[in-house]
Nanobody
Framework: QVRVVESGGGLVQAGGSLRLSCTCAVSGSTFTIRTMDWYRQAPGKPRELVSS???????SDADSVKGRFTIFRDNAKNIVYLQMNSLKPEDTAVYYCHVRGRRTWGPLVDYWGQGTQVTVSS
């Protein structure tokens, strides 16, 4: 079984910071994580990719968050973080953690967390 759980959301004033955490808990046979990503979805808008990090540590960020958000991971603990600085009201959204990986010899599978709300007040 693979479970993805986010934490760290909340209410913050514009200009403030938050750190989101996402833990991928694995039971059963070996599960190798390929990528860990953060998505977000604001009311009335489609879900969008915010930041992504590969197993080798390569990262990519959406233009809207470059220079403000940093994604990093602890491979040993299967945890990915999103450090969010200089937050803006337009960053308000539900943030979702996405994990892509595979069991040994199995296909790539996607797992999602339940989401954590981030609200930035002006």
């Amino acid at each position: 079984q693979v479970r993805v759980v986010e934490s760290g959301g909340g209410l913050v004033q514009a200009g403030g910071s938050l750190r989101l955490s996402c833990t991928c808990a694995v039971s059963g046979s070996t599960f190798t994580i390929r990528t860990m990503d953060w998505y977000r979805q604001a009311p009335g808008k489609p879900r969008e990719l915010v930041s992504s990090i590969s197993s080798s540590g390569s990262t990519s960020d959406a233009d809207s968050v470059k220079g403000r958000f940093t994604i990093f991971r602890d491979n040993a603990k299967n945890i990915v973080y999103l450090q969010m600085n200089s937050l803006k009201p337009e960053d308000t959204a539900v943030y979702y953690c996405h994990v892509r990986g595979r069991r040994t010899w199995g296909p790539l599978v996607d797992y999602w967390g339940q989401g954590t709300q981030v609200t930035v007040s002006s």
